[in-house]
């Protein structure tokens, strides 16, 4: 139905007065893709998406989409089309004519605008509803009819302000699953702006990470998942355990540190300056309540909290510089061997478990 | 439907009867809530339903230069209704309210739309707000009789005018015309129109105004089919406080055409002091239909009850 368009942002700023919320930052988001903008609030993933749409002016650099660059355009020139967090339907028009709303201002004839936005809403399956005004519907229904706004206009790109957080858990999970589906088969990019993991996870195929104005890592949730760039990446994440301190020594592939409170930890990765602060992640999910074969692959702590999640329990551990560290232990391991606050544990993992993690310039 | 919601409507079916005390209590409660309404009541009973009861009535009552005597006579109906004199000052009183309506509505838009869209501090809105208000400060006599040594003859504008040589005379139509008399009602009743405008302006999402520039509306598109048909409540709002104010006046009217003109309120307070009570209040009561019709007219058009 419409062709994708690879968007391009070439060291964008955005600057408020003297605060900048956006830092120079550089992104390929590849056409037909799924990308998602994540990060906490005020970490410049909104201002982003709304520079790409064209709702905020870019203070330096460029945007680029397909080939052309958008930075001066209008909105409505891009070839973008926008998704607002609150579905912004206008509550004075029925369904038909807020759909039909851009084609109306392009100056489309009554009829035929009127039956190009039955068309779209018959595809959003929201035509039992056309006469209807906004507030007549639930939030997924709202959703769809935004969608079909969007869509009209027949966008290289759709972007997704915070599009899931109106909704209440179940119909999240539900809109999630037809916006990913949407994207499969309307095959544009879309650009989601969102700041639960969870989302991200399920729909991205590249997962930006922001935080405080900058891009702490662009890749494949796989990727973001298994190999964070950086320790804000790794706790933002939560499935890893980050441990700070310095290099003792490396070579052979193989990083030993040292955190304050004097215990070592070895981690694979290139050879490192000694005395340079580092940072490591351990999995989560991969650490054993078991006496480590090496010591350097786990450490003795005292549990701190228990919290039970069906298939898994979570433990909070105190030691090792870190007061939150955290074991995901299935069920059946946990119940084996089971442990209650304020026990002594032994921890351990293997090399392969634990990865080094980046810092960026700030 | 919220799970929450559900839960407690069948907690509240899955209560037995309650015992008799609390019947009775349920009971006391909803006594006491009219006492509550009572105040109200005799307010508007004694001060606003009776004075129209006796108007009604009075309205049939004959008289002569003497006195009223009870009665039940059509006559001041009849004699209103059937003199060109009533049907001129209608249609001289409607003139008026329609220009004022329209202008009121052009000018009242406009600054509620600025202080709502281009002022970016609520404190700066608030100020400017109060500014609009500050003729208030003063009667609205007072602000009628200044205008007289603004437009009179020897006036200010006059003066300036043939100082600057711009005219050779002095401008008659300036003050005691028709202008004068819309000019001094625009004055006085801008402020009813941007009060209720401003206040569903300020209620726009400004999101929608996002909505509409994505789907590539330009300024008057997003003015025309988006903040004007949401601004549609206010409108109505300030268009019942110009219109009704307008319909009843008679000191404008008066002061400004300088006795030259007529309004329907001027005939009334014309027939009061010639004591000529029952003619006045049929007078009163033929207005108050029509201000009734025109308000309901209004609220026919636009649903102001989101509004209120």
Known sequence: MSKAAEIDIVSVSKVYGSTTAVHSISLKIPSGSYCCFLGPSGCGKTSTLRMIAGHESISSGDVRLGNIVVTDLPPAKRGTAMMFQSYALFPHLDLIDNVAFSLKMKGVEKEERRAKALEMLKLMQMEPYATRRPAQLSGGQQQRVALARALITDPEALLLDEPLSALDPFLKIRMRAELKKLQKSLGITFVHVTHSQEEAMALADIIVIMNDGRIEQAAHPREVFERPATAFVARFMGDHNVLTGRVVESGDGKVTLEVPEGQTFTVAGPDQEPGAPIDIGVRTDRVRLAAASDKTLGFNGVVSNVEYRGASVKITVIGAGSDDFTVIATDADYFEKPVSVGDAVSLSWGLEDAVLLGRIAA | ?308
């Not at chain 2, 929450?4 to 907690?11: G, V």
């Not at chain 2, 707000?129 to 040594?149: A, E, G, K």
């Open chain 2, 1 to 308: 439907m919220t799970p929450a919601m559900t839960d407690d409507e069948t907690q509240g079916m899955a209560y037995p009867k309650p015992p008799i005390t609390a019947r009775i209590g349920k009971v006391a409660s909803r006594i006491a809530s009219y006492l509550q309404a009572v105040p109200l009541a005799l307010i508007l009973g004694f001060f606003f339903l009776l004075p129209i009861l006796m108007i009604a009535v009075v309205s049939f009552w004959d008289y002569d230069f003497a006195g009223l005597y009870p009665d039940f006579l059509t006559m001041n109906y009849t004699d209103t209704l059937g003199s060109w004199v009533t049907w001129k000052t209608y249609l001289n009183t409607l003139k008026y309210t329609a220009l004022v309506w329209g202008l009121t509505l052009l000018i009242g838009f406009w600054v509620a739309y600025f202080l709502a869209f281009h002022i970016r501090t609520t404190t700066m809105q608030m100020v400017l707000f109060l500014v609009c208000t500050v003729p208030f400060l003063t009667s609205n006599i007072i602000r009628m009789i200044s205008w007289i040594p603004v437009l009179g003859r020897n006036g200010l504008v006059n003066t300036t005018l043939i100082e600057m040589g711009i005219i050779p005379s002095p401008i008659e139509w300036l003050l005691y015309s028709d202008f004068a008399v819309v000019l001094a009602m625009v004055h006085l009743n801008t402020l009813f129109m941007v009060t209720p405008i401003f206040n569903t302006l300020m209620r726009i999402d400004r999101s929608l105004i996002e909505a509409a520039r994505d789907a590539g509306a330009n300024g008057w598109q997003i003015l025309w089919n988006v903040i004007i048909p949401l601004a549609k409540p206010g409108i109505a709002i300030g268009s019942i406080f110009v219109v009704t104010l307008v319909m009843a006046d008679f000191s404008t009217v008066q002061v400004m055409s300088g006795g030259q003109s007529a309004s329907v309120a001027l005939m009334m307070k014309n027939q009061m002091s010639l004591l000529q009570y029952p003619a006045a209040a049929a007078n009163a009561v033929v207005l108050l239909i029509v201000v009734l019709l025109m308000v309901a007219a209004i609220l026919r058009v636009v649903d102001i009850r989101k509004e209120l």
